[in-house]
């Protein structure tokens, strides 16, 4: 949908949080006029100090009132938008552990966003999923690849993940349904770190800064699949240019691993200011322990002892994706965190 002719305006969904800033930022980059939603007016101007920290907005970006849990505003929104990124959604880390705080957000609220789009004659939604909702059976000796849909009915599925599967189904059947001549693209990532734009939102990378502050006291027997933000977010905006994109899912990820290989990369980067950093590994029976008494932990651990393979190979081919270094991508989360404090 690229085009040199005239400049675009680009809706994007939850601009105060972590992937939706660096969206903006890179988008005002490529030139175009941004336009993103907020549930607060008082965030406007937070917004705007994080991402000057990039580059500077000016008249280019704007603001719209509006929240996944209400129909108000996302009418207003879309009016003359030419596509939209869709990054909004409930973290599970920081939700209470029923499905329903996540759920109905994560599904209806995309929902709303959808149908807003689709009646506003929005050319393309690119909507922010997750690696998770393409993930094989349990058990299975299968990588990971857009053909595959996950279980939302798993028994062992955390409620974060079962959103996401549900949101970017319901996103799916309405658009085959509903879609008239919106096209929809999916962009499933891995696990998502890198430097913070805003402290508004830490989004995932309260999981560094748990490492950063030595808690817990030492590490799960667990692996991740690790996409920088910045790649990420460009990601999106190449999948909101390409026209083959349309209609298609995309896994965003790079290499899994361990977390005492994260750790291990975070005191050779950082030295003492790592110091804090665990290193010994905890049995699997103490990480269930302590799952009672850390809710952000509780999600990973049916996947304790396995490391995902999700493939990237589609991402790559079509949308050019090359992920950095995943050293750099931790150190510079890191240095981030360290940074704001």
């Known amino acids: 949908m690229k085009d040199t002719e005239m400049t675009k305006t680009i809706l994007v969904t939850g601009g105060t949080g972590f992937i939706g800033s660096w969206c903006i930022a890179q988008l005002l980059e490529r030139g175009y006029h941004v336009r993103t939603t907020i549930r607060d007016a008082s965030k406007a101007a937070k917004v705007r100090t994080a991402i000057a920290t990039e580059i500077q907005a000016d008249d280019r970006l704007s603001f719209a009132l509006a929240d996944l849990t209400s129909d108000d505003g996302w009418d207003a929104a879309m009016q003359g938008c030419d596509g939209v990124l869709h990054v909004a959604s409930p973290l599970g880390g920081n939700a209470e552990t029923s499905g329903d705080a ?11 966003v959808l149908r807003a789009a689709v009646k506003a004659g929005v050319k393309r939604v690119v909507m922010t999923s997750a690696a998770a909702t393409a993930r094989p059976p349990r058990g299975s000796a299968m990588d990971g690849d857009e053909s595959i849909w996950s279980d939302p009915d798993d028994p062992l599925l955390d409620p974060y993940r079962r959103s996401k599967i549900l949101a970017e189904r319901a996103a799916w059947d309405f658009m085959e349904a509903e879609g008239g001549q919106t096209e929809f693209t999916a962009i499933l990532p891995g696990a998502v770190f890198g430097p913070l734009l805003s402290r508004n939102d830490f989004g995932s990378v309260w999981f560094v800064k748990r490492l950063l502050d030595g808690q817990p006291p030492a590490l799960m ?3 991740l699949s690790i996409v920088d933000v910045r790649d990420l977010a460009k990601a999106h905006i190449d999948a909101l240019e390409l026209p083959a994109a349309a209609g298609e899912r995309f896994l965003v990820t790079g290499t899994p691993l361990w977390m005492a290989d994260m750790a291990q990369i975070l005191r050779e ?6 110091a804090k950093v665990p290193t010994r590994v905890l049995p699997d029976f103490v990480v269930k322990l302590l799952s009672f008494f850390i809710p952000q932990i509780r999600m990973f651990v049916p996947d304790l002892g396995k490391i995902h393979i999700a493939s990237n190979e589609k991402a790559k081919a079509m949308l050019g994706f090359a992920p950095r270094p995943v050293a750099d991508t931790l150190a510079d989360c890191a240095e981030s965190l360290l940074a704001t404090g």
């Open 221 to 223: 027997r667990m692996g």
């Open 102 to 112: 996540l759920i109905a957000p994560a599904r209806d609220g995309t929902l709303r």
């Open 269 to 274: 980067r950082l030295g003492e200011r790592a």
